[in-house]
């Protein structure tokens, strides 16, 4: 697995990047329907990782990873193996 840097437009409340909103991959756009766990590695602070399982209005999962040292979002994907 490994992470494909994307877009991501956010929701900032008590703190900048609070939640994803909505993200771009591929030349779409994929609003955040809902937010079905979070987690986080590392301390809370400047290199702290958020991650994010969402559920997105094409009824697919995916897992958002926002890295706050380098202000930087990204998608879960997994690696195929090619033939």
């Known amino acids: ?4 840097r994307i ?6 409340g008590y ?5 994803p909103v909505s993200f771009s ?4 756009r994929y ?3 809902e937010i079905v766990d979070r987690w986080y ?6 290199a702290a990782l958020d991650y994010f399982k969402v559920i997105a209005d094409d009824g697919q ?3 958002l990873r926002y890295n706050s040292l380098f202000d930087a979002w990204s998608l879960l994907t997994e ?3 090619t033939r």
């Open 25 to 28: 991959l591929r030349g779409r």
């Open 61 to 63: 999962s995916y897992i």
């Open 7 to 12: 877009s991501v437009q956010a929701y900032s």
């Open 41 to 46: 590695e590392g301390y809370n602070g400047p």
């Open 79 to 81: 690696n195929k193996k």
């Open 31 to 33: 609003r955040v329907i």
């Open 1 to 4: 697995m490994h992470f494909e």
């Open 15 to 19: 703190k900048v990047n609070e939640r």
